[in-house]
C-alpha cells in the first residue's frame, strides 16, 4: 500500500500498545492532554440501527412490568396458588440476571448481532409459551425462557451502545433507552391492568411479538458489524465451559434462596441457608478459577481493579436496590393501603416514572457538551436520599397532591443516576474491557434489584406480623396476611368501607411499608458518601471497539479512493477496528493515530515501535 508520500506501510495495528488488550489504563487518562477528538456523525444506518434495538427494548421494559398488575387474575385462570403467582415474576427476573455474563462472553466470540438475534428469539418463544399456557408450569417455564432471553437484550444493548457511539456522545443514547423504558413501565400497569380486567390477559404476551417482530427485522437490515475473524474451532475452544457453568449454578443457587427465603421458607429453615452458602461457595470458586486457572475467562477480573470503577459498580447496585423497591412496593401501597384499583396504581407511579425521562435526557446533554458527570452522581444521590426518606411520610389518609410532590423528588434523583453512572464506569474502565465493563453495569443493576425485592420482602413481612400481632382480632391471621401481600390486598378491596378491620389493615401495609423507605433511604446516603471517592474521567475518549458499526468503514473506502485498509484504519472517529495480518491471524485492533502519522511519511519506523510518547513527537 502506497501513502501519498510514497512509504510502504504494512501491518499497522496500534498506538502505543501493541493491540487493545494491552491498554489496561483507563482511555480517560491516556486522552487528559490530547486534542478534540473528532466529532461524531451518525448516519442514518446507525440510527436506524439503534431504532431498532431501541424497540426490542421497549418489549422487555413492558413485560417487566406488565404482568405484576395481572399476577391475581392470572393465577386464578390457570388455577395457580400464591407461591405459583410469586414465582411469575421472579422467574424473569432471576434467568435475565444469570444468564448475562454468558451473552456478553458469546458476544466477543460470535458477534453482537447473531447474540442479540438469539436473544430475542428466546424472548419470543418465552412470550408464545406464556402466551398458550395451560397451567402455571407452562407459564413458569415461559416466563424463565422469557427472562433468558431478555438478559440479553439487555445486556448486549449496553455494549452495541458502547460499540457504535463514542463515550462523550453516549449519555444522550443511554437517556434515550432510559426513555424507552420509562415509557414501558409506565405503559406496562396500565396496559396489564386494562387488559387483566376485560379477561384477555393472554394478550399481554401477544403483544409482545408484533414488538419484537419490527425489531428483529430493523436488526437484521440495519445492525451491520464489523466481525472477529476466528474459525469455528476457535470460538469452540475459547468458550469458558468451566466458568460458565459454575457461574450459572452459583448465582442461580443464591439468588434462588434469596428470592424465597422469608416467602416460601424461613430464613432460618435448611432450604434457604444451604443454597446461599452453596451459591456464595461457588462464587468464590469461579473468582479462583477465573482468576488463577482459566484460559479464556468468562468474566475478566480486570474490570475491577479500577477503584473508581468498582465504587461505580456499588452505586448501580444500591441503585438496583432502590429503584425495584420502588416499583415493587409502591404499587402494593396505593392497592391496599389508597384503596386504588391496579390501572389506578399504574397512573399513580406517572409523577415518578416520567420524570425520569427528562432527568435522563439532562445528563446526556450536559454531559456531552461539557464533558462532566460527577454532578450528576452528587446531585442524584442527593436527592435519591431525601425522597427516599420523604416516601416515609405516605399514609392512608395522604392527599393525591402530596404523594404526587413526595414521588417527584425520588424521581428526579433516579433520573439523574441512570446515565451517570453508565458514563463512570466506562470512562474508568480499560480499553480492553469496556465492552464487559459496561455489560457488568446492567448485571449489578439486575443484581441489585433481585436483592431489594427480598431485603424488602423481608422488612415488610416482619413489620407486618408485628402490626397485626398488635389488634387481637387480627392477631390469628398476622403470619398468613404478611406472607402473602397479594391476598390480603384482594381482601382488604373486597371489604366493605364499614368494615372496621379494613381500616385497621390498610393502616398496618401502610405502616409496614415505611421501615422500606427508611431502609432505602439510609443505602442512598451510603451511596451519596461514595460518591466523594469518585475521580473525574476525561470523557472525551476515541472510540476503541473491535466490532464496529460497518457503516463508517463503507464512508471511509469512499473518502480514501476505495482503499479498504485506509479506511479500516479511519472507519471511526479515532476509532480501533480489528483488521487481519498478513499471517491471516486475527489483531483486534488498529488505530488511526499512529496509522496516519506513519502514512504521512514522516517517518518509516513500524507501526509496532512506536510508543503513545513517539506517537505525540510525530504528531508535532
Request: glycine fraction near 8%; proline fraction near 4%; charge should be neutral.
Amino acid at each position: 500500500m502506497e501513502t501519498s508520500a510514497g512509504s510502504e506501510i504494512t501491518k499497522q495495528e496500534t498506538v502505543g500498545p501493541e493491540n487493545i488488550e494491552e491498554m489496561t489504563e483507563p482511555l480517560g487518562k491516556l486522552n487528559s492532554n490530547s486534542e478534540e477528538i473528532e466529532k461524531f456523525k451518525p448516519g442514518w444506518r446507525l440510527l436506524s440501527a439503534f431504532t431498532s434495538i431501541a424497540i426490542v427494548n421497549l418489549a422487555c421494559a413492558l413485560d417487566a412490568t406488565i404482568v405484576s398488575v395481572a399476577l391475581p387474575v392470572i393465577t386464578v385462570a390457570l388455577k395457580g396458588n400464591a407461591i405459583e403467582a410469586f414465582w411469575a415474576g421472579t422467574s424473569f427476573l432471576l434467568t435475565s440476571t444469570v444468564w448475562q455474563p454468558n451473552f456478553v462472553a458469546f458476544s466477543h466470540l460470535w458477534g453482537r448481532r447473531p447474540l442479540l438475534l438469539v436473544a430475542l428469539t428466546f424472548f419470543t418463544v418465552g412470550s408464545i409459551v406464556c402466551a398458550v399456557s395451560k397451567n402455571f408450569t407452562m407459564m413458569l417455564v415461559g416466563r424463565s425462557i422469557q427472562g433468558t432471553g431478555g438478559g440479553g437484550i439487555i445486556a448486549l444493548t449496553e455494549i452495541l451502545i458502547t460499540d457504535m457511539v463514542p463515550l462523550r456522545e453516549r449519555g444522550n443514547y443511554f437517556a434515550l433507552i432510559s426513555i424507552v423504558w420509562a415509557i414501558g413501565s409506565v405503559s406496562g400497569p396500565l396496559i396489564g391492568g386494562a387488559l387483566a380486567q376485560a379477561g384477555a390477559w393472554r394478550w399481554i404476551f401477544y403483544l409482545n411479538l408484533p414488538i419484537v417482530a419490527i425489531g428483529f427485522a430493523g436488526i437484521i437490515a440495519f445492525l451491520k458489524l464489523e466481525s472477529r475473524k476466528r474459525t469455528l474451532k476457535q470460538k469452540l475452544r475459547e468458550i469458558d465451559y468451566v466458568g460458565s457453568v459454575i457461574f450459572l449454578g452459583s448465582s442461580t443457587s443464591f439468588l434462588i434462596a434469596i428470592t424465597w427465603g422469608g416467602v416460601m421458607y424461613a430464613w432460618s429453615s435448611w432450604h434457604t441457608l444451604v443454597p446461599i452458602i452453596i451459591g456464595l461457595f461457588g462464587l468464590s470458586v469461579f473468582v479462583i478459577w477465573e482468576a488463577k486457572l482459566a484460559t479464556h475467562t468468562l468474566l475478566p477480573l480486570g474490570i475491577f481493579k479500577n477503584k473508581d470503577t468498582n465504587i461505580a459498580y456499588f452505586l448501580t447496585f444500591i441503585h438496583g436496590i432502590i429503584l425495584w423497591s420502588i416499583l415493587y412496593y409502591m404499587p402494593l401501597f396505593f392497592e391496599g393501603a389508597q384503596d386504588f384499583t391496579p390501572v389506578l396504581a399504574g397512573v399513580s407511579a406517572l409523577p415518578q416514572s416520567l420524570t425520569v425521562v427528562p432527568c435522563a435526557m439532562i445528563v446526556g446533554v450536559v454531559a456531552a457538551k461539557t464533558g462532566h458527570y460527577r454532578w450528576a452522581l452528587w446531585v442524584g444521590w442527593v436527592l435519591a436520599t431525601m425522597g427516599s426518606g420523604l416516601l416515609y411520610i405516605l399514609s392512608p389518609s395522604t392527599t393525591i397532591p402530596a404523594w404526587v410532590f413526595l414521588m417527584l423528588v425520588s424521581g428526579i434523583g433516579i433520573g439523574l443516576l441512570f446515565p451517570a453512572m453508565a458514563l463512570a464506569i466506562q470512562a474508568s474502565a480499560p480499553p480492553k474491557d469496556i465492552a464487559i465493563a459496561a455489560a457488568m453495569f446492567t448485571f449489578f443493576r439486575c443484581f441489585g434489584q433481585t436483592i431489594g425485592v427480598a431485603i424488602g420482602g423481608v422488612v415488610f413481612q416482619n413489620r407486618m406480623a408485628a402490626n397485626l400481632a398488635s389488634y387481637p382480632s387480627l392477631s390469628g391471621s398476622a403470619t398468613s396476611y404478611s406472607v402473602d401481600v397479594v391476598s390480603l390486598i384482594r381482601q382488604i378491596n373486597a371489604m366493605p368501607n364499614s368494615d372496621p378491620r379494613k381500616a385497621i389493615l390498610r393502616l398496618a401495609l401502610s405502616h409496614s411499608i415505611r421501615p422500606i423507605w427508611a431502609l432505602m433511604c439510609g443505602l442512598a446516603g451510603l451511596a451519596l458518601f461514595t460518591t466523594i471517592f469518585i475521580k473525574h474521567y476525561d470523557l472525551n475518549q476515541k472510540l476503541s471497539t473491535e466490532q464496529g458499526f460497518d457503516e463508517q468503514k463503507k464512508q471511509k473506502i469512499k473518502e480514501t479512493g476505495g482503499d479498504p485498509e485506509l479506511a479500516a484504519a479511519d472507519a471511526l472517529p479515532g476509532a480501533v477496528v480489528g483488521v487481519e495480518k498478513d499471517t491471516g491471524a486475527f489483531n483486534q485492533d488498529v488505530s488511526n493515530d499512529t496509522s496516519s502519522a506513519v502514512r504521512t511519511g514522516e517517518t518509516d519506523v513500524a507501526a509496532d515501535d512506536i510508543t503513545p510518547v513517539e506517537t505525540a513527537e510525530l504528531k508535532k
